[in-house]
């Protein structure tokens, strides 16, 4: 029988937060499966390129990254943010191991194609080290990714955590029985946006297609929901999306996708 | 018997030109015994504090870190120089694996005890997580260290390279067979300070006494000189000195350091 693996994304509301990020940390710390935590970015990394006068570009909800951006996003990401979470971690005595794509060749990717719109150092993966994460989490080790890549011919590229915590989660399947869940700002998909209490408990492809048809999930919505069902079909046994309180109680409202 | 492993630490000479860290990489990617690399810090940590409008303070040749100084360092050292050589070294076909003291509580240490100095937030040395680092150089990795610590209380702690290296090479002394080089700017110590070929090839204790009291060795060696014979009476079995190229060609004049 496989081992259950729970693999957790976080996004810059948890981590703007301190307060939220020492209760997520204390959370996580606790649960009792094999465990990877995946965390985007937040606002620091902003609040780094505005201090150096750089203005950061978004298209469609992602950022574009020249060379200076992505030594930024590699220094806040990777650095300041992936180590301050693992000595959190480390301090609730949970061995955490800080990582990025590039460490290990864990995650390889190639600089986004430029068609309409041209990303810069935007990473699109190709390939996750599943055995060499398999041996981090059989030696008792908690993996902890930033969203940085890289293509194996030494350029870091910025990369999707929310595309990273899915691409990971097919990945290990083949080894571990995966649960991902995805934490953001609400108690999971809404049927009405201002409300928070309606939530949709249950969300199949069919009904995805009808939420879609209908307007209730767009935008920043899409291409979340997309890497879930990618993450489905590509073996993950089960996904969750809700706040961040879900790690430390399953039972709380929340989306579960299915196929 | 055991099996050999290198620990190499380069310097801001080193990181600070891209041309001499290329070359660097390309040879240490080659070395064919296990290894690992430690590396330090360098211009670009001043540069973003500089443009940030932080006035970075040295006392005895240390940096003197507050909270905000702190998180350049880590930004600057764990992220950006990290994930850049590892970036590279990958590259080379050599799976390195970017470190902090963090990561897998690899490194503790505590904040340094304030006498007649406050040096903020730098660490002191406590514990090598020395299994672990085996668990990663026989499972075909090679640690990539930052010069960042944490306290196992959620502190990150600012920690000299050449202390780091030392400590690593003692405690990995116990499982492996361990020389330890350290790669500076100069070919070797020098008898006279500006005549690069002056080296002195072998020091042992009583011949550093003398070139101590002699001001031979003085002001930024002598720190470097300390961690040399620290690491010996450690159980490390060589200590090297000298410049980068020494990776490649152990022939290479330098010097050596013995008990």
Known sequence: MKKQLKIVKIGGNVINDSAQLDAFVHDFAKLDSLKVLVHGGGRKATEIADSL????????GRRVTDEANLEIVTMVYAGLLNKK????????????????????????AHKRIVKDIDYGFAGDIDLVEGKTIGLFLNGGLVPVFSAITHDKKGQLLNTNADTIAAELAKELSHDFEVELVYCFEKNGVLQQV??????????????????KNSGVIAEGMLPKMENCFDALQGGVHKVHIGNPALVSDMNLKHTTLML
Chains 1, 2 share one sequence.
């Not at 006068?53 to 469609?60: H, R, S, V």
């Open 53 to 60: 006068g750089l203005e950061p570009k978004m298209i469609g």
């Open 194 to 211: 201002e409300d928070d209490d309606s939530v949709i408990q249950q969300i199949d492809k069919n009904k995805y297609e009808l939420l």
């Open 85 to 108: 979470i693992v000595a959190k971690l480390q301090n609730s005595d949970c061995n955490a191991l800080g990582l990025s794509g590039a460490d290990a060749n864990l995650i390889q």
